[in-house]
């Protein structure tokens, strides 16, 4: 860009997001996808942004310095980075490897003109998520674009969701192995609802206990954030009668979620007054039981805002209230004993049936779990251990952590016990040798305890053989797919603008009838392919993401509904199918639409067969498909359209399994089956 250059150019969408060579972001609403765009090309950048925001869920901002975009970049304010290949000061790969040696996870889009296949690849070895090339239609290029931004982001959002339960799952074990660890009871209590506290963003959490035979309720332990007020002194002889709609869901085993204390029913409203004594918005309460019986509650607290508290919220207080159920449990059990002290056979057998009680907890455990000091001596083993590794219980207690470690990975195991001493926990992945020679790739996670007077470490072993298979199938699916398709159609796209722009300008030009008739017939044929070409945009992601289980009635309201009324009973029956099973649905509602003619209505209804297999049957009331027609419909090419709905259809089924025919009598309407084999659905009642 020669005398117009501007340095450090950056548009903001608000006031003032970056000044100069630093920045300041502005993280938007929670449903926008924030999107810095690198390009040296001024023009270009101010149209990018119009195609792109007025999606309504892109903020794009702009840079045509790759230097100065790279500090951008790093702030951590993006979901996602498009970068064009060819610039002045570095190129799009050199820019891209900088930033991915210090950011390896935000996706990261090449869009440029250039379409060597070399440039291709090394962009996608140097951790471009993907690969999009300029030129044609700008509608199609920048729609294909927000498509490949949104996948992207969808895509690092859910690795992040899954990182997010990991953390949430790695902290829990911590909290347990605490109560392990801590003799004082109490005081792993405070310290227990301080880390759900920080985890979770409550406000406030706390701990209730109920006495005198469930007549009374003591707040006995609270957590409160800087400048939240505690309320635990006020909380003290609560009588349970008063609170008579709170305890019968507790009692009942459930949890309380509310989303807005102002919105409780009526026969809540003492407990509305005493929450809105304490400006509590918004909570999630779990119950504590011990052997089955409520002994107290555990919950989160909001008075800062309210909203629906998430799944992963739940699942940390339910585990943390069954961890606070067991000590309480123990140490009752405890307390038992020593008033039994005179009876030593009564403290004998106590000691038996709790020993018998953590041992099955142990056993019956679904992951292997090892007890080992930290010169990684094997102490203990449970059955899932004993039966992975194929050797004894008393043989493995007479091995060394190394004796089953793949000899790669004996250094690494070291290193993590020196670490436990430092840190009381780690988390790694490691390879297990068993005693047949197999190799088990496994994900750790130990946790420092006192056995015997001295340290040792509890840890958990997960065999993660089919998360590495199917994580790199799925890595290998996308890169392959996308590249392939994304250059084929491209390629194919660009052949056919020039056949068009040729045929278009002869018809300009010829004046011969019989010539013009012929050009118009051919430009016909190849205004058909360009569409067929377009239309396989659709399916891009055939099979490259994993199956889901999808609720039916959900997903047809959701891609189907609007075009005839649908009549359904599905309620509650879910697949386990490709997540592009919507679009099934969608070319189901397309062919009655389009084929049926005089269709009025479409019915969705299912029966679960003799056999354990389901059918979902899709009937309209229309003219019906002839009996010849009935295979060819799903054959690749047929159709009065593009020929591809019914025949993706089949493909997006088959992935998991499920099959379709047509078995409706012509005259009286089309009914498609779908047949899916068991242990691929399920019902509300299952």
Known sequence: MEGDAFEGYIVPLRPVLFIGKGSVTDAGDNGTIRVLYVDDERELLEIARAFLERNGDFCVDLCDSPRHALDAALSGGYDAIVSDYQMLEMNGIEFLKAFRSEDGTTPFIIFTGRGREEVVIEALNSGADFYLQKGGDPRVQFAELAHKIRQA????????????RLEIEAEIAAIASRFVRMEDTDAAIDAMLDQIGHLSGADRTYLFRIRDGGAMLDNTHEWCAPGVRPEIDGLQGIPAESVAWWMATLRAGKPIHILDVSALPPEAATEKEILERQSIRSLLVVPVTVSGSLVGFMGLDNVTRTGEWSESDLSMITSAADIVGHALGRRWAEEKLARALADSAALEEELRESEARYRTLFDAAGDAIFVHDLEGRLLDANSVAVD??????DRLRSMTLSEITAPECADLVAGQNRRLLVSGRTVFKTVHITGGGSRIPVEVSSTLLQCGGRPAAISVARDITKRRRAEQALREANTKLNLMSE??????????????????????????PDLLAILARIEAPARAIRRQIEFTRHYTDLGVRAPEWQDVAETIFRSAGGALPIHMDVAGLSIYADPLLGAVFSNLMDNSVRH???????????????GGDLTIFWEDDGIGIAAEEKERIFARGAGMNTGLGLFLIREILGITGIAIR???????????????????FRTASA
């Open 388 to 393: 992975r590794m194929g050797y004894s219980r």
């Open 153 to 164: 982001v969808s895509r690092q959002r859910s690795v992040a969701a899954l990182a997010r």
């Open 596 to 610: 049926g003619e005089s269709a009025t209505a479409v019915r969705v209804h299912h029966r679960v067969k003799e």
């Open 662 to 680: 047509e078995a409706g009598e012509p005259g009286r309407g089309a009914q498609f089956v779908l047949l899916v084999p068991a242990g691929a």
């Open 487 to 512: 250059l084929t159609r491209h390629d194919i796209l660009n052949q056919l603008t020039i056949l068009l722009g040729h045929l278009g300008m002869a018809l300009e030009t010829v004046t011969d």
